[in-house]
């Protein structure tokens, strides 16, 4: 499903007055594409995002999905979030099944694809835990595979992975390639981190400080599934930041 | 590459185990604590500094508790007490959950009937019992009416509390999977309320025990506060101690055990307790 922003400015209501944050924003995202969107704390990211799931609508300018304007939240684009955002009053296996339930899917079939999606995250003997009995990293897993219960055409990650320890996200990188390999969904990622914007992404998307808006892109072309060590994808690293540094030099 | 078939993450935290132990140390301290109050209550009481009567020994008071068990008359009395409390407390969780979930949905109602329920809570309920004397006569259903209005105001402050605060998080990722309407209601906000409920409900129970007793003490029905006051009238300090220990293990079992286990079980698994 292709996503589209056109002209897209978001204002708040701050204290002293309108607070511009987001815009002038233009930006298309083809089918199956994996963007990884990265930019300093508080350059409305997560606003955008927010937009493109429908969950916050735009003050100026048009958001489509599909060719279709987004006027609230769709199965078809789901969102993951930071904190995971799972239901502590269900077991892993109920919260994997939540989206499909709602669906009205019948509970045979709800079992077997949340047992199937477990199995995809690794997680299939953790079933019957409870949230609070996971890891930071498991939390997430079971988020992942929650959203990809209902078969969503576009995944919408906020920092999925920003408070997990460097292995359990090098692990998770693996896990979501193979993912996005195996399913060619549409993924907007959104990251502070530049190594794991080129790790995962086909184009890797830069915004500005507050307000925020598109200041370079950069298309990755290097062969999948790609490892945060590997040395093209440090060299590629480099060469963005080192670009983010020329630009934040530049008056 | 290659992704390993099972996370390395550890697996789930242990359950019992080292804690029971110390549990257990920490009971055994507990009852040489309550074992050393009572040897000091005998030794007083053999010094003889106040007549029996004033200051009787633990073991009349054993007495007339066993006495008093046995004879049935204090069964009665517990029973008695027991139902009241169970009759009002019910009509309260009815009154006060429907009136909670009603002030979070309609913002007229809570700024309106609301502020009328937090000033009436601040109002001690027994102070209730002329009114409802006056309204409802000598009978059981003064009495109900003070343990309902008791615990009615906490428990739909409570209510409400908990179902305007569902985390915002928990309704984004809700809508965002597909919920709306009622089963976005019932499926994640009076779930996500419920820790914040449950904890209405135990501060509504210990308000319902403490207007019952209360109320009990004024009146002439069978029941625990009744007990009490005819231990004063025969001048029976025995039965009077012995009523206060049953109210006391009444009060410890329900509200330590039963409702504070249930808070605990909930807060932990809601991933509110650090």
């Known amino acids: ?251 | 590459m290659k992704i390993p078939a099972k996370a390395p993450e550890g697996g789930l935290p242990p359950r019992g185990g080292l804690l029971q132990g110390k549990r257990h140390r920490r009971l055994l301290r507990r009852l040489l604590f309550l074992i050393g109050i009572v040897v000091v209550w005998e030794v007083l009481f053999r010094i003889g500094i106040w007549p029996s009567y004033i200051f009787p020994s633990p073991i009349d008071v054993a007495r007339t508790l066993i006495l008093g068990l046995r004879s049935r008359v204090f069964v009665i009395g517990i029973l008695e007490s027991l139902k009241r409390l169970l009759q009002g407390y019910a009509l309260a969780t009815t009154i006060g959950l429907s009136l909670g979930l009603l002030m979070a949905q309609l913002p007229w109602l809570k700024e309106s009937l609301g502020m009328i329920v937090l000033g009436l809570q601040t109002l001690p309920s027994i102070c209730w019992l002329p009114l409802a004397l006056l309204w409802f006569g000598l009978n059981e259903r003064a009495i109900l009416f003070v343990v309902v209005i008791g615990a009615v105001m906490s428990i739909s402050l409570a209510t409400e509390d908990g179902v305007r605060n569902t985390l915002p998080l928990y309704l984004k990722a809700a809508r965002n999977l597909g919920a709306r309407g009622w089963r976005l209601y019932v499926e994640v906000i009076l779930p996500g309320a419920l820790p914040s409920i449950v904890t209405g409900m135990k501060l509504g129970w210990s308000f319902a025990w403490r207007s019952l007793m209360a109320g009990e003490l004024l009146y002439t029905l069978p029941g625990l506060g009744n007990l009490l006051m005819m231990g004063r009238e025969l001048n029976d300090m025995s039965q009077v101690l012995a009523v206060i220990l049953i109210i006391i293990a009444l009060g410890l079992l329900s509200d330590q055990l039963f409702f504070g286990t249930i808070e605990r079980r909930i807060r932990e698994r809601w991933g509110l307790l650090s």
């Open chain 1, 1 to 251: 499903m292709q996503l589209e922003l056109r002209g897209v400015r978001k204002t708040f209501q701050g204290r002293g007055g309108e607070v511009l944050a987001l815009g002038k924003l233009d930006l298309v995202i083809p089918d199956g594409e994996f963007v990884c969107i990265i930019g300093p704390s508080g350059c409305g990211k997560s606003t955008l995002l927010n937009i493109l799931a429908g969950l916050s609508a735009p003050s100026e300018g048009e958001a489509y999905a599909g060719g279709q304007p987004i006027c609230g939240p769709d199965p078809s684009r789901v969102m993951i979030f930071q904190d995971a955002a799972l239901f502590p009053w269900l077991n892993v296996q109920a919260n994997v099944e939540f989206g499909l339930k709602m669906q009205g899917c019948a509970k045979a079939e709800r079992r077997e694809r949340a047992r199937h999606l477990l199995a995809m995250v690794h997680l299939e003997q953790f079933a019957r835990a409870w949230v609070h009995e996971l890891s930071g990293g498991m939390k997430q897993r079971v988020a992942l595979a929650r959203a990809l219960a209902i078969d969503p055409a576009v995944l919408l990650l906020d920092e999925p992975f920003g408070a997990l320890d460097a292995i359990t996200r090098d692990l998770l990188h693996n896990e979501l390639q193979m993912i996005w390999m195996q399913t060619g969904k549409t993924v907007v990622f959104i990251t502070h981190n530049v190594r794991e914007a080129v790790v995962l992404g086909d184009r890797v998307v830069v915004m500005s400080p507050r307000p925020g808006r598109i200041v370079a892109q950069h298309i990755i072309t290097l062969p999948r599934p790609r490892q945060i060590e590997d040395v093209a994808t440090t060299q590629f690293t480099r060469r963005i930041l080192e670009d983010l540094q020329l630009k934040e030099a530049l008056p």
